[in-house]
Nanobody
Framework: VQLQASGGGLVQPGESLRLSCVVSGFTFNTIGWFRQAPGKERGGVSAIRRSDSNTKYADSVKGRFTISRDRAKNTVYLQMNNLQPEDTAVYYC????????????????????WGQGTLVTVSS
């Protein structure tokens, strides 16, 4: 089982990035994106459930970030628009074996597999 996250980089405020999470060796039921900024705890950003494409977003990213999946490629994307300095963090994708209910989608303990993280830096 492998999760490969990519797409991070250095951008200016207001710009966009698209993160990708390629899942191999495993059919996920829920994929979550988490982020961890320096000196802060890891927190949930967005998640998507495979069965019905139900999604969840952190309040801080609603209206700016969009999570989607490509079933054929077993890949989940996180489109991040209007990035702000407070979005600076290492972003991790994680896969759960179960179809998580919304209240559990940002609970790290339900995710069995984690990618290596990709750094997003938003700075002028």
């Amino acid at each position: 089982v492998q999760l490969q996250a990519s797409g991070g980089g250095l951008v200016q405020p207001g710009e966009s990035l698209r993160l990708s999470c390629v899942v191999s060796g495993f059919t996920f039921n829920t994929i979550g994106w988490f982020r961890q900024a320096p000196g802060k705890e890891r927190g949930g950003v967005s998640a998507i459930r495979r069965s019905d494409s139900n999604t969840k977003y952190a309040d801080s990213v609603k209206g700016r970030f969009t999570i989607s999946r490509d079933r054929a490629k077993n890949t989940v994307y996180l489109q991040m628009n209007n990035l702000q300095p407070e979005d600076t963090a290492v972003y991790y994708c994680a896969a759960a074996t179960g179809s998580l209910i919304k209240s559990s989608m940002f609970a790290p303990q339900y995710y069995a597999y984690w990618g290596q993280g990709t750094l997003v830096t938003v700075s002028s």
